[in-house]
């Protein structure tokens, strides 16, 4: 979701630097701001968004958790954090925490694509489902909402339509690796489920 915050141009700075990759110099940088603020709690998500990116989680929840002490309202640090616990596959604390951002700033895609899809892998399928269609809706080119449906229909043997969203995907981003196996699944798939008809 990237930063909401304008008033430290070392935020700013810190959000540049983790579109480039350069995490580790992101991460570096809002230490420094903590160094002199304890209290912003913007610096906590950046260096939590960075290490997220790094696949670092715990040191991510550690980040997140501090500027929800802050401020337990911020959209998103309740986001990035929920992002960690699906992540780790901790559903529930995950579809929590992502149904409080949604609250908070309602009708965003990538946070109803996560919500979605941890829905999804916790206890409401149908309902993970409905909410990734939803986030689609909103950002009908995102190769993310995109895939990460498809796998759910995949899962839900709707192979049609996991066939259409891959494929989708790979008109927007021709080298996307995940879409590319998944499209080869349903095609596998297809092709099992017509040879047992065949036998019926």
Avoid at 22 to 29: C, G, R, T
Avoid at 36 to 52: F, M, S, V
Avoid at 83 to 95: E, H, I, L, R, Y
Avoid at 131 to 143: G, Q, T, V
Wanted: proline share 3%.
């Amino acid at each position: 979701m990237g930063s909401t915050d304008t008033q430290n141009p070392l935020i700013e700075e810190a959000d540049k630097m983790k579109n480039e990759g350069k995490h580790v110099e992101a991460i570096n940088l809002c230490e420094r701001i903590l160094s002199t603020d304890l209290t912003c709690r913007e610096a906590y998500e950046e260096i939590g968004d960075n290490y997220l990116s790094l696949r670092q989680y715990e040191k991510a929840e550690k980040a997140l958790s501090h500027a929800l002490k802050i401020d337990k309202n911020s959209a998103n640090a309740n986001y990035l954090l929920g992002f960690v616990f699906s992540c780790t596959g901790k559903w529930d604390q995950s579809v929590e925490l992502l149904e409080k951002a949604d609250v908070l700033y309602p009708n965003h895609p990538e946070i109803l694509r996560c919500l979605g899809w941890s829905m999804y892998h916790d206890t409401e399928r149908k309902r993970g489902v409905i909410l990734l269609e939803r986030a689609l809706f909103l950002a009908p080119h995102d190769p993310l909402i995109l895939n990460d449906l498809g796998v759910c229909y995949l899962n839900e043997k709707n192979f049609d339509r996991a066939g259409v969203l891959f494929k989708k995907t790979l008109q927007i981003e021709p080298g996307n690796q995940k879409a590319k196996e998944c499209l080869n699944a349903v095609k596998f798939f297809q092709r099992e489920f017509d040879k047992l008809r065949e036998k019926k």
